[in-house]
């Protein structure tokens, strides 16, 4: 089936000129003349890309690229603006409004139905990736606690960061329906968050959607929060969950996942996409008969046992703690390690936005922490 260009301009002329020469190469062309007419034209004909003029008799063409990319169904609708305006903040405007391409009037025809079909085949691309399990490098590494409080969150911001700085491609997910601390350990007020691709269909998950909701952090690695405001709590759905883990491993060297401790099937179809889950436990009797009531969950959600391994975090360093075997023989699985009580330097490096890995890196929590990070990747993943 031919792929539908939707052309939007308010001249006649322009629409015939850039319609004509894609009509000759095969594609089916619509057009609009207004912003209105545009908007309402992609809900019902569901063109394969968009070709966008800025100046148009109702509204401007970056409010009309806004309202597409607002959608959560048109975020990987591919587009390209194609606009009298030559300056350099007219195309950053453009661009940073959402348009995968700017071009400036006049163009040649032969330009744009060149463009036309670079966009669309790197759109396919994209999509074919997401799909394509086979394409998949990253790890999946999901930790969860066996309680709340025990310092999972705090794990998961140092050990990514950890990764980041050790040039790996890192993702970490917050995987909550509400509010949650991770943006905190990074100074982040997301634009973005997983709300938005809790509406979207499992299908719709794909590597262009999933991007448009990271967050980039200084350290170089990316965020993917969970929702900030009330208004934005959604539950995710397991098939929801598992594409975009999916999708994520497709782009990335690690995607480390930070799970609300309470059961959920959005956290269980997580755990059967990791290649390792770490259990964060504190060395104290309740927590670590939370630890054995996680592992008997994890056995009856059929996740691996090798996949496991538990790392103690030792909040508050007491003389009585458990010592690391005596934990594994309660719970019957492997301590990859300990992390050490810091709670000065933890609470500074929550205030200032930058975890302890980076921000007092010759401290004993970190050294403990940035060598976690190096055992998990020594880890053999287990296999799915
Ligand atoms: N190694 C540590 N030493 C001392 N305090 C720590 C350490 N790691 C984390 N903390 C502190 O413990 C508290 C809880 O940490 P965090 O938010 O990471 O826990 P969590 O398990 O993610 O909690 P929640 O269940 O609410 O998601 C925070 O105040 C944090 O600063
Ligand atoms: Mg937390």
């Not at 309402?40 to 100046?55: F, G, K, T, Y």
């Not at 634009?191 to 794909?206: D, F, G, Q, V, Y």
Request: glycine residues 6%; contains cysteine.
């Amino acid at each position: 089936m031919a792929e539908k260009i939707l052309i939007v301009d308010d001249q006649a002329l322009m629409l015939r000129m850039i319609g004509l020469p894609l009509e000759q190469e095969g594609f089916t062309v619509v057009t609009a003349m207004t912003g209105a007419q545009a908007l309402q034209q992609i809900q019902a004909d569901r063109p394969d890309l968009v070709i966008l003029d800025l100046v148009l008799p109702d509204t401007s063409g970056i409010e009309v690229c806004h309202r597409i990319r607002q959608t959560p169904t048109l975020v990987d609708l591919p587009l390209i603006i194609l606009s009298g305006q030559t300056d350099l903040s007219a195309k950053i405007q453009g661009l940073e409004a959402g348009a995968d391409e700017y071009v400036t009037k006049p163009v040649d025809p032969k330009e744009i139905v060149a463009r036309v079909r670079g966009l669309l085949a790197r759109t396919h691309r994209l999509r074919q990736t997401a799909a394509d399990p086979s394409a998949r490098q990253g790890r999946i590494i999901t930790l969860i606690g066996v309680k709340g409080g025990v310092g999972t969150t705090t794990l998961t911001a140092n050990l990514a960061t950890s990764l980041a700085l050790r040039r790996h491609r890192v993702v970490a997910v917050e995987l909550r329906p509400y509010y949650g601390t991770l943006a905190r350990h990074f100074k982040l007020s997301p634009t973005a968050t997983l709300s938005t691709l809790a509406e979207l269909a499992p299908s719709h998950i794909n590597a262009a959607n999933v991007s448009a909701c990271l967050q980039p952090t200084p350290q170089g690695l990316h965020l993917l929060l969970g929702p900030q405001r009330l208004k934005d709590y959604r539950e995710m759905q397991p098939e929801q969950v598992t594409a975009l883990l999916t999708t994520l491993a497709n782009q990335t060297d690690f995607v480390v996942v930070d799970l609300p401790h309470m059961p959920s099937t959005a956290g269980r179809a997580a755990l059967r996409a990791a290649q390792t889950v770490l259990a964060v436990v504190e060395p104290e009797p309740s927590a670590v008969a939370a630890g054995q009531a996680l592992v008997e969950l994890l056995g009856a959600w059929s996740i691996p046992a090798q996949a496991l391994k538990v790392v103690v975090v030792n909040r508050i360093q007491a003389a009585l703690a458990q010592s690391p075997s005596e934990i594994e023989r309660a719970l019957g699985c492997g301590v990859l390690g300990t992390i050490t009580a810091a709670p000065d330097q933890a609470l500074s490096a929550l205030t200032i936005g930058i975890p302890m890995v980076q921000s007092a890196p010759a401290t004993l929590v970190a050294s403990t922490l940035a060598e976690m990070a190096d055992r998990i990747v020594a880890l053999k993943p287990a296999g799915r």
